[in-house]
């Protein structure tokens, strides 16, 4: 189920105390897409308690194609098949939250656990999804163990080289 939501203010006041945990870059075939930063109110992440994952663009992308990785790998991380009707829901959701993006430009994904998630589009409010399963699925994308990229994950959860054995 989604709501939308009147265009408002950034995230930060709904993330009290909001700090960087850590960020990092996403690389894909040699092109640098975007940098990730995690932002959590607590002095570690976890699912329990709310956070933003913030995205800048260094590379102009589709709406379409966001939407297209974005459930590529939410299917991919599913621990069963997701149906088709939930997929189409939260495509759905994602073509109403994103745009097409230019350098420079940054979505915004605040997790609201146990609720659902809003999307901010360069500071202003784009849509509220009211789905935990969609939210947890979507950020999965970086923070599950197995995202696709290991480093990123690392980088944007904060963990010191030495922890990550490097």
């Known amino acids: 189920m989604t709501m939308t939501q009147p ?7 709904s993330l009290s ?7 990092g870059d ?15 109110a607590g ?23 966001l939407v ?4 590529d790998e939410m299917r991919r991380l599913a621990d ?5 009707e939930t997929l189409t829901r939260w495509s759905q959701s994602m073509r109403e939250a994103f745009v097409d993006v230019r350098p420079g430009m940054r979505i915004t994904g605040l997790y609201l656990p146990g609720r659902g998630c809003r999307f901010y589009v360069d500071g202003q409010l784009s ?14 994308i970086w923070l599950d163990p197995r995202a696709r990229d290991a480093q990123l ?12 054995g490097d």
Not at 80 to 84: Q, R, V
Not at 127 to 139: H, K, N
Not at 153 to 164: C, H, K, P, V, Y
Request: proline share 5%; net charge positive.
């Open 17 to 23: 105390g909001a700090r960087l945990a850590g960020s």
């Open 26 to 40: 996403f690389t894909w075939f040699g092109l640098h897409l975007y940098t990730a930063r995690l932002w959590n």
């Open 153 to 164: 994950r690392q980088r944007l959860l904060g963990l010191a080289a030495s922890e990550r």
């Open 68 to 71: 297209q990785a974005s459930v």
């Open 7 to 13: 265009a408002s203010s950034d995230w930060r006041p």
């Open 43 to 65: 002095s570690t992440w976890s699912w329990h308690e709310p956070f933003a994952l913030e995205l800048i663009y260094h590379r102009a992308l589709s709406r379409d194609t």
């Open 80 to 84: 069963k098949p997701i149906s088709a």
């Open 127 to 140: 849509l509220e999804v009211i789905d935990p399963a969609f939210s947890r699925a979507f950020f999965a």
